[in-house]
């Protein structure tokens, strides 16, 4: 079982920009890749993004505005979100993916989220 403790959510204007955090620990953590995946009211969860052994992937909606980077340890990753949106209000998980691709659907553990509310 991995913890997480996740940081960095809160409101913000459009156009304006945050920086989540989430330290990972646990048994066998170095067995996943790390990323984040993303809920809005009424939606379906979107994978935002992920990283692992350097390469990274993410969602066409976030591209070029978002940046994942981690840890030398790789235990913890962040997420540098610029140009935000309204449409980018969610709540915003960080997860263990099973494996990382583009296709940003499998990840398999979560923290309890942490809330982006993007608003004038």
């Known amino acids: 079982q991995v913890q997480f403790v996740e940081s960095g959510g809160g409101l913000v204007q459009p156009g304006g920009s945050l920086r989540l955090s989430c330290a990972a620990s646990?048994?066998?953590?170095?067995?996943?890749?790390l990323g984040w995946f993303r809920r809005a009211p009424g939606k379906d969860p979107e994978g935002v993004s992920c990283?692992?052994?350097?390469?990274?992937h993410y969602a066409d909606s976030v591209k070029g505005r978002f940046t994942i980077s981690e840890s030398n340890d790789e235990n913890t990753v962040y997420l540098q979100m610029n140009s935000l949106k309204a449409e980018d209000t969610a709540v915003y998980y960080c997860?263990?993916?099973?494996?990382?691709?583009?296709?940003?659907?499998?990840?398999?553990?979560w923290g309890q989220g942490t809330q982006v509310t993007v608003s004038s």
């Open positions: 990283i692992t052994g350097g390469t990274r």
């Open positions: 997860a263990t993916y099973l494996r990382c691709s583009n296709l940003l659907y499998e990840y398999d553990q």
């Open positions: 646990g048994a066998d953590l170095e067995h996943y890749s």
